[in-house]
């Protein structure tokens, strides 16, 4: 079993990306699905969760992050505007069949499938 994330690259300050993650052998349908982060030298970091019905967000992610799915495509995405440079960093999409426990959503180990990552830099 596979994710697989693109989208990333180089964008300047302001500017705004949509990163997107395929899974190999299913679809969302009946998984969690969450974005996480992590910079050089920080933890992993939890951005946003779509699990048992709901959309969940890290508090200092609400307004510029934006998690979907399109079950049609079985894809999921990660839209950021306004980037920053503190937004650089490795962007990761992880799944968990069937679901996360909303209180825990953020947690890495919950979850038991990772993409690779997709690397986003955001120059001043």
């Known amino acids: 079993v596979q994710l697989v994330e693109s989208g990333g690259g180089l964008v300047q300050a302001g500017g705004s990306l949509r990163l997107s993650c395929v899974p190999s052998?299913?679809?969302?349908?009946?998984?969690?699905v969450a974005w996480f982060r992590q910079a050089p030298g920080r933890e992993r970091e939890g951005i946003a969760a779509i699990t048992d019905g709901d959309t969940i967000y890290a508090d200092s992610m609400k307004g510029r992050f934006a998690i979907s799915v399109d079950d049609a495509k079985r894809t999921a995405y990660l839209e950021v505007t306004n980037l920053k440079p503190e937004d650089t960093a490795v962007y990761y999409c992880?799944?968990?069949?069937?679901?996360?426990?909303?209180?825990?959503?953020?947690?890495?180990?919950?979850?038991?499938?990772w993409g690779q990552g997709t690397q986003v830099t955001v120059s001043s």
């Open positions: 052998e299913f679809t969302f349908d009946d998984y969690a």
């Open positions: 992880a799944a968990e069949y069937p679901f996360v426990p909303k209180k825990v959503w953020d947690h890495p180990y919950e979850y038991d499938y």
